[in-house]
């Protein structure tokens, strides 16, 4: 998990929640499902893919940048 804060002062947390990896000459390949959650008080998460490892080495202005193309999640649960 990593944190980071926008250029608007919003505070985010970022995690790895799904993967799909394979094995291809020597080296790990794959997508990764990232789960960016606002920690700035508001109920706020967006989901993006990325190729797996790119989490790790992510500068802030990438994470701000994946966070901006980040399709919002949407729930509904009904009893």
């Keep these: 998990m990593r944190s980071f804060t926008t250029g608007d002062g919003k505070g985010?947390?970022?995690r790895v929640v799904d993967g799909s990896v394979g094995e291809a000459?020597?080296?790990t390949v794959g997508w990764e499902a990232l789960l960016f959650?606002?920690?700035s008080g508001e109920v706020a998460e967006r989901l993006a893919y990325r190729p797996v490892g790119w989490l790790a080495g992510a500068s802030a202005a990438e994470l701000e940048q994946?966070?901006?193309e980040a399709g919002l999640v949407r729930a509904s649960w009904r009893a």
């Design 25 to 27: 000459a020597g080296g």
């Design 12 to 14: 985010w947390s970022v």
């Design 66 to 68: 994946a966070l901006h």
């Design 37 to 39: 959650e606002c920690q």
